[in-house]
């Protein structure tokens, strides 16, 4: 049996990665959902996960049917993989050795890239935020450096492969970018046709779709993390 630990979904974009990832493969888990309250030491958050993560933060994926004992899997490139082997029969990666390469960069470079844009447009499933995003976009240069890559490797992706997803089919990739897919739409920052397509096909995936009424269902306002409005 699997269990994802995960935060809200309207505020956790790396818990977001492999929900949907096993959501849209239809992979058996069990979701553990761990409000935030703060990141504090003695914070309800962190006292949940201790026994849990080293870390203390989420997502944490614990597979309790692993050869001798639960095994925690608590990075999200790490979960891809593992899910990845442990579902061989399930294309999670591209067939191909050299599109696989290329997805696996694609996915490594969101891993540890893009701050500019995750700092200035933190995940806000709920809000739609045109206004924010346009002082964004109007002060910030290095939010429109990280969505002129985004936009060159998308169309890039999506032209090599035909669509309608960035390696033809549903992959880790997409799942990797679909926070990223979010941002744009709720921030409604300026991209090109075919990137606002993209983002429409993701954000309509089944997968996607889940997170996002997941997301609506939970009417939480957390102030620490929406320094942009003072109320939903």
């Not at 809200?8 to 790396?14: G, H, P, V």
């Not at 949907?20 to 888990?29: A, C, H, I, T, Y």
């Not at 976009?137 to 032209?159: F, H, M, N, T, Y």
């Not at 992959?171 to 090109?192: E, M, Q």
Request: proline letters at 7%; glycine letters at 6%; aromatic letters at 12%.
């Amino acid at each position: 049996m699997l269990q994802l630990y995960i935060g809200n979904k309207n505020y956790s974009s790396w818990s977001m990665r492999p929900w949907v990832l096993l959501r849209q493969f239809n992979l058996p888990f069990d979701e553990v959902m761990v409000r935030f309250d703060s990141f504090d030491a003695d914070s309800r958050f962190k006292q949940t996960l201790a026994g849990v993560s080293p870390t203390g933060k989420v997502p944490v994926l614990v597979d309790h049917a692993a050869p001798g004992g639960p095994l925690t899997v608590w990075d999200t490139l790490a979960m891809a993989e593992y899910l990845a082997e442990r579902f061989a029969d399930h294309a999670l990666w591209p067939r191909d050795p050299a599109a696989r390469a290329v997805a696996r960069s694609a996915c490594a470079e969101m891993h540890s890239g893009f701050a500019a844009l995750r700092n200035a447009c933190p995940m806000n499933v709920e809000a739609h935020l045109p206004d924010v995003g346009a002082l964004v976009w109007r002060d910030q240069p290095g939010v429109r450096a990280d969505v002129a890559r985004l936009s060159a490797l998308w169309e890039g992706l999506l032209a090599r492969h035909g669509g309608p997803m960035l390696f033809g089919d549903f992959g880790i990739a997409d799942a990797y970018y679909a926070p990223v897919c979010l941002r744009l739409h709720g921030y409604a920052l300026p991209v090109s046709p075919t990137v606002a397509a993209y983002v429409a096909r993701v954000r309509a995936l089944p997968g996607v779709q889940a997170w996002i009424d997941g997301a609506l269902a939970e009417q939480d306002f957390l102030d620490f993390e929406e320094p942009y409005r003072l109320h939903r």
